[in-house]
Every structure is written in structure tokens, then in C-alpha cells.
Nanobody, 120 residues
């Protein structure tokens, strides 16, 4: 069983910064990718950033240049550094990860979500 534990959300003024973290715990053989999604009220969940096992990263156009994903391989933690935050970044942010629990078994899990609110 693999769980994703998120932390770091909160309230910040526009232009400020926050860092979210997502720790994957449990029986993990390998992690293929870790992602951050977000969902604002009334909107669909959207992909914000991806970090692959090869170290490749990808970002939504709306956050490029402002958000950065970093991975602590030793602790299986994915960070999302968010700078120059805008009110439109307000959403519940979810961590998502896929990988293997054994050489032949896979996992795909979501975190519980953490609220980020940016005031104008």
C-alpha cells in the first residue's frame, strides 16, 4: 500500500510564495512519475507540473517561470515551489504518483489535497 501525504498549503498574498510537499510512503519499489494537479471551485482538475523518474519536468503554461518541482529521491518527496502567486492560483492542490510496489505490481495514488488561497 502506498500513500501520498501532502503539506504546505495556506493563505498568501498575491506576489508571495509557498512550497508544497508530497511524501510517498509505504511499499515502494520504484516511482515512475510524480505530478501536481489543482482544482479550483467549479473547474476541472488540471495538471500543473510533472517530475519523471528520469528527472524530466514539465509545466502547465499558466505556471511556467513561476513554479518549480523538485524531488528528494532519498525520501520520495516531491516539492512544488510556487513564486509570484496570483489569485487565479487559488485551488486545492493534489499530488499524484505512479510506480511499482514490486517488480510486477504497479500503484497509482492521489494525495488528500491541500488548499492554497492567494488573496489580491
Amino acid at each position: 500500500q502506498v500513500q501520498l501525504v501532502e503539506s504546505g498549503g495556506g493563505l498568501v498574498q498575491a506576489g508571495g510564495s509557498l512550497t508544497l510537499s508530497c511524501e510517498a510512503v509505504g511499499r515502494i519499489f520504484s516511482i515512475i512519475y510524480m505530478r501536481w494537479y489543482r482544482q479550483a471551485p467549479g473547474n476541472q482538475r488540471e495538471l500543473v507540473a510533472t517530475f519523471t523518474s528520469g528527472g524530466n519536468t514539465d509545466y502547465a503554461e499558466s505556471v511556467k517561470g513561476r513554479f518549480t518541482v523538485l524531488r528528494d529521491y532519498n525520501k520520495n518527496i516531491l516539492y512544488l515551489q510556487m513564486n509570484s502567486l496570483k489569485p487565479e492560483d487559488t485551488a486545492v492542490y493534489y499530488c499524484n504518483a505512479g510506480g511499482r510496489t514490486t517488480a510486477v505490481s504497479t500503484f497509482l495514488e492521489w494525495g488528500q489535497g491541500t488548499q492554497v488561497t492567494v488573496s489580491s
